[in-house]
């Protein structure tokens, strides 16, 4: 054990001394410490080496502690079968590890001072990120598939000649087919309560979408790139229209019409991060090609 210890000490203060690596020295200041000064190399040398391996034990925690805390740090404020169950599909294919926090839709939480912290906007989904909160549901997706690129590419590259193309069908479902989507959802935001106006307003929407899909399923495919944020995007916005509004007819929308967008949906239900995420949130196995309504195991969808 003396010679072992002695050997070690001497090679640490060579490297330190002579060679100088600046990890071996910043893990064994306190050995060159202790050899130093030490009588005889057998009392302190137990007592050395324990030192530099708790040093270098804590200098592993401190340089791996930030990176996990910085992932862990990731919440996902959801309702399930809401908005955030894109970003959730997004975490789920990035595997990255997160928390959720719900936003409980039946008392209105999402108006609360406390969510408007996360999203001044009051709406679902927000994420908060080590950089501060993020909302906008494409926004965080854009955000979290471009940062974890290492993870899986879910999105071209900013030299990508794809990217152009992408982000122009990404802001499309965003602002144009989820908008749409949204004011036949909750046509009362748009035009009041009464009946008969939100009928109208309601058909002229269904049209309006009606044609966004037909030009989806006509799209080509490669202007996308491979499998993408705006795959997952519009996997969700095709269950929607086959169960809301609950309480209107829901005729038009018949996925079968869009061959290509009804096999799109097939594949991305067939992934790990659908699977996931129709457990977390109770949407039975085929969520996006043959929606059920939602039975999650907490909170609500509307
Ligand atoms: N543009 C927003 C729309 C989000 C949105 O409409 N969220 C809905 C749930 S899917 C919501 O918050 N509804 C509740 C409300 O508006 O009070 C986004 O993409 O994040």
Known sequence: MTIV?????????FRLNVIRIPFAKRLLIPCRKCANTLPAPRKGAVKS???SLSRAAFAA??????????IMSYVLHYAPDNASLVVRLVLEELRL???????????GAQHSKAYKNVNPVGRIPALETPDGPIFETAAI????????????????GANDPKRGPFLSWLFFLS??????????????????PDPTTQFAVSSRIQNSLSVHLDLLD??????????????LYLAVLL????????AADRQWFDLSRWPNLQALAQKVEARDSARAAAKAEGLGPTPFSNPQPATPPEGSAL
């Open 5 to 13: 210890s002695t050997v070690i000490i001497q090679a640490s203060r």
């Open 49 to 51: 080496i324990v030192f």
């Open 61 to 70: 925690f401190a340089w791996l502690s930030p990176r996990y805390i910085q």
């Open 97 to 107: 590890p997160y928390r959720t926090e719900l936003v409980d839709r039946s008392i």
């Open 141 to 156: 997706c854009l955000w979290l598939a471009d940062r974890h690129r290492d993870a899986a590419q879910l999105s071209p």
């Open 175 to 192: 602002n144009t087919v989820h908008a749409e989507m949204r004011s036949l959802f909750y046509p009362s935001l748009l035009v009041g």
């Open 218 to 231: 006509a799209r080509d495919g490669n202007t996308l790139g491979n499998f993408s944020i705006c795959d």
């Open 239 to 246: 269950r929607w229209p086959a169960l809301y509004p609950v």
